[in-house]
């Protein structure tokens, strides 16, 4: 991980979250890009083992009206965090490449995957997103709360030419990081809340 105090300076918390899991992950050092003069530019600069660099634009999905269900519904809302009664320990979660590819499609989720494929001075071009409760199908993810497992579970389809990564964190307290690599498939990362 970086030793220097200030590489995440600048960065949101979605943006710090995903700097921390990626450092985790992949074994690589973290800096903010998109501070200062570069507003606008991609989020992160990922130097990798081995001198690769990979360009890495973070964002977030929920869906429609999620943001204000807590106001709406009073008390009775799911909490962040809470656990779902649903284990899907060791199986691919179904529709898992479908949603994905649905995702990939949602404006503000598609501008920023075309923003950080089109990154010219980099070895990789990594998207995160976020996604809160509404980000995918309901079961599916519910079933991202808890351990799955992904081998063999079919690619997206990935209309960005030059996006090589795809990583997915939801807002599960305790949930796992997949990852999706182009020519690779998926994996599945625990990451220590």
Do not use: C, N
């Amino acid at each position: 991980m970086g030793s220097d105090p200030k590489r995440l300076d600048g960065l949101s918390d979605d943006e710090a979250y995903a700097a921390v899991a990626l450092e985790h992950v992949t074994g690589g050092v973290v800096r903010a890009h998109d501070v200062g003069r570069l507003q606008g530019a991609y989020d992160l600069d990922l130097l990798l083992p081995r001198g690769r660099r990979a360009a890495v634009e973070v964002t977030t999905h929920t869906g429609p009206g999620v943001r204000h269900r807590s106001s709406l519904l009073g008390p009775r809302a799911r909490g962040r965090g809470q656990r779902p009664e649903l284990t899907i320990d060791g199986e691919v979660p179904a529709g898992l490449a479908e949603a994905v590819t649905a995702l990939l499609l949602v404006p503000h989720v598609a501008r920023r995957a075309v923003k950080v494929a089109a990154v010219a001075a980099a070895d990789e071009r990594h998207l995160f997103v976020g996604l809160g409760d509404g980000g995918l199908p309901d079961p599916l993810y519910r079933a991202l709360a808890r351990p799955v497992g992904v081998p063999g579970a079919p690619d997206p389809e990935v209309e960005h030419d030059g996006l090589t990564h795809l990583w997915l964190a939801t807002a599960w307290a305790g949930s796992p990081l997949l990852g999706w690599r182009l020519g690779a498939g998926w994996s599945v990362h625990a990451i220590a809340g």
